[in-house]
């Protein structure tokens, strides 16, 4: 049953989750979703949602270059990226042209946004959480923050700046006992090297004249047209990725833009139900 289901293996050199779908054989399913986690999430950080969201649809999620600690070369361009996601998918065994979503968070977003952008893949929809037409300078400065600890090969430093980045006020007066055990897990399930890599080539792209900063994407998604929809979630007190630069990206996009209330950055895990009600809505409509 569900254990059957939640069972970790290797695809392509990356640790993922290949669910089918809870439906019993011989219904209809949805079409697949991948699923790309942030920054400095691996395959636990995600086992509820995939649980919830693979109820009637396979689901792949899979650590990235630069997640967990499976070594790996450290070119994490989004470029590379987009080729790991369509190698990944590969050796999943899914149909080349069997059309699927694409749902990312963070840094997970701006990768399934450069996947749709190559044209090589057939995305379906695309849904993005915490992603932006810009960063504001407290997001820059943070992920700067961020940066100079694991340049300074301080895990746990990185992982409670992380943390004060990510969450409200309120999530973290509520849950502040539990924040030790975190930083812990952060710092267990990754590397120094694999994110920092990925911190550095987040801020490189987020240069306005980058080919591959999160406008040019949204540009180049809509004029393939290609992709059927897409959304941008944000959190009410996201303040990195702001709701205002949010819904600039949706436009350039043609997207639709949904806020979820009462969550900064880390939408999916402040208010984890709120945001899968608002991902299967998406998908199923």
């Given at each position: 049953g569900e254990l059957m289901r939640f069972g970790a293996c290797g695809l392509?050199?990356?640790?993922?989750?290949?669910?089918?779908?809870?439906?019993?054989?011989?219904?209809e399913a949805a079409p697949p979703v991948v699923l790309i986690g942030g920054t400095a999430q691996w395959l636990d950080s995600w086992t509820a949602h995939a649980q919830a969201i693979s109820r009637d649809r396979r689901l792949l999620l899979y650590e990235t270059r630069g997640q967990g600690r499976a070594p790996h070369e450290l070119d994490v361009s989004l470029d590379t990226h987009a080729r790991d996601l369509?190698?990944?998918?590969?050796?999943a065994g899914w149909a080349e042209d069997e059309a699927f979503d694409l749902v990312g968070f963070s840094f997970g977003g701006r990768v399934a946004m450069a996947a749709a952008a190559t044209g090589a893949l057939p995305v379906r929809r695309i849904i993005t959480t915490a992603v932006a037409s810009r960063r504001s300078a407290r997001g820059r400065l943070a992920l700067r923050g961020c940066l100079s600890s694991l340049d300074a090969r301080d895990l746990h430093g990185f992982a409670y700046q992380m943390i004060l980045a990510s969450y409200s006020e309120s999530f973290l007066e509520q849950h502040e006992a539990r924040v030790p055990q975190w930083i812990e897990a952060i710092a267990e399930a990754n590397t120094c090297e694999g994110l920092g890599a990925i911190v550095k080539e987040t801020l490189a792209t987020e240069a306005e004249e980058h080919p591959r900063h999160t406008l040019r994407l949204a540009e180049a998604i809509r004029a393939q047209g290609a992709v059927e929809a897409g959304l941008v979630i944000s959190g009410s007190e996201d303040s990195f990725s702001t709701i205002e630069s949010a819904a600039e990206l949706a436009a350039a996009a043609e997207w639709e833009h949904v806020i979820v209330e009462g969550a900064a950055h880390a939408v999916p895990l402040e208010q984890s139900s709120a945001w899968r009600k608002v991902v299967r809505t998406f998908l199923d409509s």
């Open positions: 392509a050199g990356h640790r993922a989750l290949l669910l089918q779908s809870a439906r019993a054989a011989g219904t369509a190698t990944v998918r590969r050796a």
